[in-house]
Each structure stands twice: as structure tokens, then as C-alpha cells.
């Protein structure tokens, strides 16, 4: 399948997901992100600001805000180029409404540079567990962390990981049966990558943290056990409203 016609696919299925479970599963996202180790431990966060049909990042962005940490959100440049660019804020008060009616940073607000950034939290359309990203084909993601060494965190609904949707597209299912009709198929796994596509250091769904580099599940139960038991932990109860 091809690339086009795999995130067509995947923004129907984003569409069928209800309110509810995009609530909830993106609470769940959010609090797996900022319970990881990782994040916990790292100074500069960039993050995207997300739209409806993404896991809510807003939780995330306060929580980072609340732990002192440096956040930059995205801002596409206008050009050709379809360059990104990440800029410093410190709060929601310094965005404004941007390309597409995406919110992005006001002008004036300092620009980080890239190697300074510890940790970047990106979109996915859909992803798969060997931190296969896909994104809405604009490629400003990919230009932005080409040749970065931060950590590159997707943050995925359950529904839409690759291994489940290609359940529901499986050989002889009535949704399968309906793409080959449209000469359209088979559903893998796996995204299909090329050269400029940026792989993921982890993939969090609502259910599950998975380790790219490792290609399986990365639990990190200990440590997320000895996280429940700070105080922090309980703030971000109250913030999460869970």
C-alpha cells in the first residue's frame, strides 16, 4: 500500500474515534509521557500543540511548565522550503493562530536551535512499534529533526497503531475485501519508510510504551511505580483529573 493512500485510510479511521475515547486516551498518553523516565530527567521539551483529532498535548506543555523545564512548540516557516522551526514559550498566552489554523508561537519570541532541544514529542497520523512515523505529508517533522540527536517521542492513539488497524484490514475481513474492489492494498504492519523519513526513539499509545530501538514493549514499571509514590505524581492527578 501505498503511502497517500495508507494515511487516507488511517484519517478515516480517525474519524470514526469518539469524543470520549480521544479524551481519554489522550489523558492516558499524556501521563505515560510525563511519568517516563526520560522526560522526567531532561531540561528542554519540544512539543507539538495538538489539534482534534490528536492526543492532547495540552496537559503535557503544563506539566513541563510546572517542572521548570524550557518548552519550545513548533512554527512552520512560510517558503517553499516547508522548513520548522522551534520557538520558546512560556505559556498559552504566546500563541496565536498559524498555518492551517494550527497554533503556533507569536513573532518576536526567541528561536532555539535544534541540538539544544533534549527531547522532541511529535504527531503521528498512525505508527508502528519499530518507531515507524506517519505524518500528514507535509515533511516538515522529518526536515525538522533530520540529523538531530535528541530523543524522538510519537505519541499515537492505540487505535490507529499500524498492528491494530492492519487487524481490522486482515485478508478476507469485509474492509479488506472493499481496498482490493479500489485495486487498494495489502495493510502491513509496518509503515513504509523512505530515506528522509526520521524513525522514533519510542512510540506511547494510551495502553503501551514501546521502544523503537529495541522494537518491543518498554514497561518501565519500577520506575514507574517509584514515580505514583512522589508528590508530583499526585499534582498531576489533580492536573489530569484522574
Known amino acids: 500500500m501505498k503511502k497517500q493512500e495508507l494515511r487516507a485510510m488511517i484519517r478515516e479511521e480517525q474519524k470514526r474515534l469518539s469524543e470520549e475515547y480521544r479524551q481519554r486516551a489522550g489523558a492516558e498518553i499524556a501521563m505515560r509521557l510525563v511519568m517516563y523516565p526520560v522526560?522526567?530527567?531532561v531540561e528542554t521539551v519540544f512539543c507539538y500543540v495538538s489539534m482534534a483529532q490528536e492526543p492532547d498535548t495540552r496537559m503535557i506543555l503544563e506539566t513541563a511548565w510546572s517542572m521548570g523545564k524550557t518548552v519550545a512548540v513548533p512554527r512552520c516557516v512560510p517558503g517553499p522550503e516547508r522548513r520548522?522551526?522551534?520557538?520558546?514559550?512560556?505559556?498559552?498566552?504566546?500563541?496565536?493562530?498559524?498555518?492551517m489554523g494550527i497554533p503556533e508561537p507569536?513573532?518576536?519570541l526567541p528561536v532555539l536551535d535544534g541540538y539544544k532541544i533534549d527531547l522532541a514529542v511529535v504527531p503521528c497520523v498512525s505508527a508502528d512499534r519499530s518507531?515507524?512515523?506517519?505524518?500528514?505529508?507535509?515533511g516538515y517533522y522529518?526536515?525538522?529533526l533530520h540529523g538531530q540527536t535528541m530523543y524522538k517521542f510519537g505519541l499515537c492513539f492505540d487505535e490507529l497503531l499500524m498492528d491494530n488497524v492492519a487487524k481490522r484490514y486482515a485478508p478476507g475481513s469485509a474492509a479488506a475485501t472493499i481496498l482490493a474492489g479500489q485495486g487498494i492494498g495489502p495493510v502491513e504492519k509496518q509503515i513504509p519508510m523512505e530515506e528522509s523519513d526520521v524513525r522514533l526513539d519510542r512510540v506511547i499509545?494510551?495502553?503501551?510504551?514501546?521502544n523503537a530501538r529495541v522494537g518491543g514493549e518498554d514497561v518501565a514499571e519500577e520506575l514507574r511505580n517509584d514515580f505514583q509514590k512522589t508528590g508530583l505524581f499526585?499534582?498531576?492527578r489533580g492536573l489530569f483529573g484522574k
Open 205 to 210: 499509545t494510551e495502553k503501551q510504551n514501546y
Open 106 to 108: 507569536k513573532q518576536g
Open 142 to 144: 522529518d526536515r525538522f
Open 84 to 99: 520548522m522551526e522551534a520557538v520558546v514559550i512560556r505559556g498559552f498566552e504566546d500563541l496565536e493562530p498559524g498555518m
Open 131 to 138: 518507531g515507524g512515523r506517519l505524518g500528514h505529508g507535509a
Open 234 to 236: 499526585q499534582k498531576l
Open 39 to 41: 522526560f522526567q530527567q
